[in-house]
């Protein structure tokens, strides 16, 4: 439950815009497309580089990297 309520704080509080958020993630093959969409959405959205975001903002990504698979070179 920790892990939700954070995540819910850097989505502003905002249950279906965290649900939304979760739903595209899920829909990605690969994490450089959830990167991508974090980056260009949230992450801008939310002021995630800041400061006080910044640490929590990296758990989440790094949360978030564990539900692809790895790719292999």
Avoid at 21 to 32: E, I, V
Wanted: some cysteine.
């Amino acid at each position: 439950m920790k892990g939700y309520l954070h995540s819910m704080i850097y989505l502003g509080g905002n249950k279906a815009l965290f649900d939304d958020t979760c739903a595209k993630l899920n829909s990605f093959n690969s994490f450089a497309e959830a990167r991508a969409m974090l980056i260009n959405g949230p992450a801008k959205d939310y002021n995630w580089s800041s400061h006080e975001h910044l640490k929590m903002a990296e758990q989440f990504i790094r949360i978030v990297s564990r539900r692809y698979p790895k790719s292999v070179s």
